[in-house]
């Protein structure tokens, strides 16, 4: 069966950096577009970024662009989201998705992806 598991969450000062892992298995990982959402307490979850297939192409919210970093190896069958300069308000649950790379869907919504990781937590102290 298909599996996301993120790892690399934890707690960090204001300004400092992590990094995200996702690794996939059960599916054909470089047929997959792969995104990273996340969702605060009392919030809806929402974008964060996406990378296609091949990872030629890359897609930000507003929010994190600059500071976000989206990459993936399809060797490795893992999606990568490099975060810096980190802000309290970066602070939620992580979750990492795949849709199929040619279906024409949108890459900021979650709707359009099939599959979801179990979510990593982020924490981000002042």
């Known amino acids: 069966q298909v599996q996301l598991v993120e790892s690399g969450g934890g707690l960090v000062q204001a300004g400092g950096s992590l990094r995200l892992s996702c690794a996939a298995s059960?599916?054909?990982?470089?047929?997959?577009?792969m995104g990273w959402f996340r969702q605060a307490p009392g919030k809806e979850r929402e974008f964060v970024a996406a990378?296609?297939?091949?990872?030629?192409?890359?897609y930000y919210a507003e929010a994190v662009k600059g500071r976000f970093t989206i990459s993936r190896d399809n060797a490795k069958n893992t999606v990568y989201l490099q975060m810096t300069s980190l802000k309290p308000e970066d602070t939620a649950v992580y979750y990492c998705?795949?849709?199929?790379?040619?279906?024409?869907?949108?890459?900021?919504?979650?709707?359009?992806?099939?599959?979801w990781g179990q979510g990593t937590q982020v924490t981000v102290s002042s």
């Open positions: 998705a795949a849709r199929p790379g040619y279906n024409g869907r949108s890459y900021y919504t979650g709707s359009s992806y099939d599959y």
């Open positions: 059960g599916i054909t990982f470089s047929s997959y577009a």
């Open positions: 990378i296609s297939w091949s990872g030629g192409s890359v």
